[in-house]
């Protein structure tokens, strides 16, 4: 296979989605007797047929999680660079057409950002811009590392899908993860949410994390929209992409995340509703079918729901998160690219998690790897 979406053409979205719904509390139980898991094992796990087994399903990530990570969760936070965006998206408060105000950092305020984050102690930030190539372009971007790369350990970016030659450019600078969300793997509605503009072809979108992976990219992060689609059967074929990566690109790391759709100006409502429970599902189901893979949480996602799924599987989470360029010391009541729900400082976080009888972690995984296994002997 040249890339994945080889793989992607093989299968049928309606097809894939009939098989998650046939699934039985049988194929749920024989997923749940396994000590490895496979895709189809991965679908009873997400079915309908699994909720009434959600506290085995539970017991068992908390276990896996812990025998893997330790008692750690990683610290990390978004820094906005920029809302500057030519796509149009549905769901998006920085689509092209929405009448905002538009804010781009100078070297100056990414500086001042810099500064705040730093004195709450993260040393792992997310660059996060708008797709606007000729205003937040590579050269940008490079210079945007540059910039912060004296001050942090670990450089994530969350922008435009670029080439593999540019992100190798990145990759000198500093870069050491990209997180690149296909949105839905649903071909007709991605079309729908994504008339105009770049993020419009659904294939290149498709082979950016190949891209990456021949880029050599230290970590690789996928996901969808929990809410444009059905969210089992986006699922799925975020796992079949995941599988595939860590076949071919065995020697770069993976993450998952799981934002749900928020409220915007101007927002799109959910297709399809997911509840806590249905969440907490699908991170348990993700953990089981891979020992290795890192499982993020935005503020996104309520004090509540967050307080109760640290021990359920998630490796990595944010807070106090600000989703608009320059929103934590520049300017703070500029528009947001989103709605947060955890609106807790970074101590509040960091209390809860030591209260659970974790440690938050503030640099990379790999690079607390001693860390993390001494972590695990103290804890027999």
């Known amino acids: 296979m040249n890339n994945f979406q080889e793989i992607f053409d093989s299968y049928c979205w309606n097809e894939v989605k009939g098989s998650i719904y046939a699934k039985t509390a049988r194929d749920v139980e024989l997923a749940l007797n396994k000590s490895k898991r496979d895709l189809e094992d991965f679908k009873a796990l997400i079915s309908p047929a699994a909720a009434p087994y959600l506290e085995s399903m539970a017991l068992l990530s908390h276990r896996i999680t812990q025998k893997r990570f330790g008692k750690t969760i990683q610290m990390y936070i978004p820094m906005y660079l920029s809302n500057e965006c030519n796509n149009i998206c549905t769901y998006c408060g920085f689509s092209f057409t929405n009448q905002i105000p538009r804010k781009t950092l100078t070297d100056q305020e990414i500086l ?23 205003t937040v372009g590579v050269s940008y971007l490079k210079n945007a590392l540059k910039q912060v790369y004296p001050y942090f350990s670990h450089l994530s970016l969350e922008a435009q899908p670029l080439e593999q030659n ?17 949105e839905t793997y649903h071909r007709e509605d991605y079309k729908k949410h994504h008339p105009k503009g770049k993020k419009s072809n659904f294939h290149y979108r498709l082979d950016t994390p190949d891209r990456l992976g021949k880029a050599g990219i230290h970590k690789i992060g996928l996901g969808t929209l929990i809410g444009l689609e059905d969210w089992r059967t986006d699922s799925f074929f975020t796992a079949l992409h995941l599988r595939y990566l860590e076949k071919r690109y ?46 993020s ?61 974790y440690e938050p972690l503030w640099k990379d995984w790999d690079r607390s790897y001693t860390l993390v296994s001494s972590q695990r002997l103290n804890d027999g």
């Open 250 to 295: 065995w020697q770069t790391k993976y993450s998952i995340s799981f934002p749900r759709l928020r409220p915007f100006s101007g927002g799109l409502a959910p297709k399809v509703e997911m509840n806590d429970r249905e969440l907490t599902q699908l991170i348990c189901a993700y953990r089981l079918l891979n020992e290795e893979v890192e499982l």
């Open 297 to 357: 949480l935005s503020t996104r996602e309520s004090e509540n729901f967050r307080n109760n799924i640290i021990k359920l599987g998630i490796t990595s989470i944010s807070a106090e998160s600000k989703t608009n360029p320059g929103g934590y010391v520049v300017e703070k009541q500029s528009l947001q690219q989103f709605e947060i729900s955890d609106e807790r400082e970074t101590q509040e976080i960091v209390e809860v998690i030591r209260q659970q009888g």
């Open 112 to 134: 001042q950002e810099v500064t705040y984050i730093k004195s709450k102690g993260y040393d792992n930030i997310l660059l996060v811009t708008g797709e606007a190539n000729h």
């Open 166 to 182: 540019e992100y190798e450019c990145l990759i000198e600078e500093g870069l050491n993860t990209v997180l690149v969300y296909q």
